[in-house]
Antibody, heavy 123, light 109 residues
């Protein structure tokens, strides 16, 4: 089954850019999954950030859209998140996850999750 | 944007008891897009129920989901010690694509 592992800096300065990578194993990143980012903070609970498929098609949360970019690197079997102009409100545990493709005809859910990585925004 | 409201915020029960958790949507939703997760401290959420009532692979049959329209329920028939955790409902919608409830903490009484 698909396994996901987040990596990236645990500390980012205010106004800086948060960059995380999710390594995919146990399955092909070129499969039909949508590769997804979710974050969890005490103040806002779980928040969907956005997703990408192997072709590079993306969907972003409108509340974050102006600051986020999600990309995929099939050669490295990984996908990435960048979040710019961060503030303390972006402090959270960031998860990568996988959603089965074509799910809108059945049910859409985050089937596989990484363990999560805590990112703190502080000077 | 649809809002999912979970109740109660905290539920205190004993092992062996029945747990009933609620997820209410701010407008009528498509049932097959309603999902439940379990999250234990320090872990990622785990998929429990999809399509409002279908158990995910490996989920014990003491977990069941029901509901339609705006009201959905997760029921745990007889609580086991490992069931004490936080439970989230989630909806697949237009924008944003995924909406989460704020969670219900199920704690040991």
């Amino acid at each position: 089954q698909v396994q996901l592992q987040e990596s990236g800096p645990g500390l980012v300065k205010p106004s800086g850019t948060l960059s995380l990578t999710c390594a995919v194993s146990g399955g092909s990143i070129s499969s039909s999954y949508w590769w997804t980012w979710v974050r969890q903070s005490p103040g806002k609970g779980l928040e969907w950030i956005g997703e990408i498929n192997h072709s590079g098609s993306t969907y972003y949360n409108p509340s974050l859209k102006s600051r986020i970019t999600i990309s995929v690197d099939k050669s490295k079997s990984q996908f990435s998140l960048t979040l710019s102009s961060v503030t303390a409100a972006d402090t959270a545990v960031y998860y990568c996850a996988a959603v089965p493709g074509g799910c809108s005809a059945t049910s859409c859910y985050l089937n596989f999750w990484g363990q999560g990585t805590l990112v703190t925004v502080s000077s | 944007e649809i809002v999912l409201t979970q109740s109660p915020g905290t539920l205190s029960l004993s092992p062996g008891e029945r747990a009933t958790l609620s997820c209410r949507a701010s407008q009528v939703v498509i049932s097959r897009y309603l999902v439940w997760y379990q999250q234990k401290p320090g872990q990622a959420p785990r998929l429990l129920i999809y399509g409002a009532s279908s158990r995910a692979t490996g989920i014990p049959d003491r977990f069941s989901g029901s509901g339609s329209g705006t009201d959905f329920t997760l029921t745990i028939s007889r609580l086991e010690p490992e069931d004490f955790a936080v439970y989230f409902c989630q909806l697949y919608d237009n924008s944003p694509l995924y909406i989460f409830g704020q969670g219900t903490k199920l704690e040991i009484k």
